[in-house]
């Protein structure tokens, strides 16, 4: 066992209690393995098959979709280069060649 020492006192006579590490000359409690929190998986963006998706990747829709405000629509299979997610609804940020600037849900494209 390799118990860190106390960061109270530095005292080297630590133990274990449970979950807890207690040091018996200051008295000190503290949780052992302190895990830091981190948000990192909370911002992370899914293609339809669960990739996860960023900046820079190329993706193909998966489903015909209609281009909010047009009478287009952008065909399945159409790749899209050098995607950028934002927040959002719409979570990719792109241009489609013929159609310009786009948003688009991750939920219908897949990576490349
Ligand atoms: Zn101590």
Redesign the pocket.
């Known amino acids: 066992m390799n118990l860190p020492n106390?960061p109270?006192?530095n005292?080297e006579y630590t133990y274990e209690d449970g979950t807890m590490l207690v040091?018996p000359?200051?008295g000190?409690e503290w949780l052992a393995n302190q895990e830091t929190e981190t948000d990192e998986d909370s911002n992370v963006i899914k293609d339809a098959n669960g990739n996860v998706l960023s900046d820079g990747d190329t993706i193909t829709v998966i489903k015909d979709l209609k281009v909010k405000g047009s009478s287009s629509v952008l065909k399945q299979g159409t790749k899209v280069k050098n995607i950028r997610l934002v927040d959002g609804d719409h979570d990719i940020d792109c241009k489609i060649d013929g159609f310009g600037p786009m948003k688009l849900k991750s939920e219908f494209v897949k990576k490349i």
């Open positions: 106390c109270k006192c005292s040091c000359e200051c000190h």
